[in-house]
């Protein structure tokens, strides 16, 4: 910081000395040791806080970054499935020709089928925004906890 030599020192000490004798010296030096350590406590502790403010900082960017990438991938998987529900609707609603009789329990079933795709969507998209809640948040409680949890609420 300061470019002080030792001859710099020599100088500023016989100046001290002369002005303010032998008997305040010691005392002046002793003070002005202990206000030097003190800003330099302080300015250590200001770094220290600026640098956790920064690291903090860059946390929260990489977490927004995770995070919407997680909302990439699941907006994917959503259209994926989406995808796959109307090319599996599209066969189903397909009557197959020279079958006769059995294109009604076809349509029957493909009926089932299309509602049994309709759940799993519908359940796949529950467990990703679930799972997108809890990765944010905290981590859920076990099924344990949550079922003893639920009894207690419900003996209360």
Do not use: C, Y
């Amino acid at each position: 910081m300061f470019d002080i030599g030792f001859l710099e020192l020599l100088i500023i000490g016989v100046v001290g000395l002369l002005v303010l004798g032998p008997e305040r010296l010691p005392k002046a030096a002793r003070t002005a040791g202990l206000w030097i350590g003190r800003i330099k406590r302080s300015v250590a502790g200001m770094q220290r806080e600026i640098s956790a403010q920064l690291e903090a900082e860059e946390l929260r960017q990489k977490l927004k970054e995770q995070e919407r990438k997680l909302d990439d991938s699941v907006n994917q998987a959503k259209r994926s499935a989406e995808q796959a529900k109307r090319s599996v609707e599209s066969i189903a609603d397909t009557p197959s020709k020279g079958n006769g009789g059995q294109a009604d329990s076809t349509g029957a079933q493909s009926a089932s089928a299309g509602q049994r795709l309709d759940d799993a969507v519908d359940s796949a998209a529950r467990a990703s925004s679930s799972s997108a809640s809890a990765s944010t948040l905290s981590p859920a409680p076990s099924d344990d906890t949550a079922s003893s949890e639920h009894k207690d609420s419900a003996t209360r």
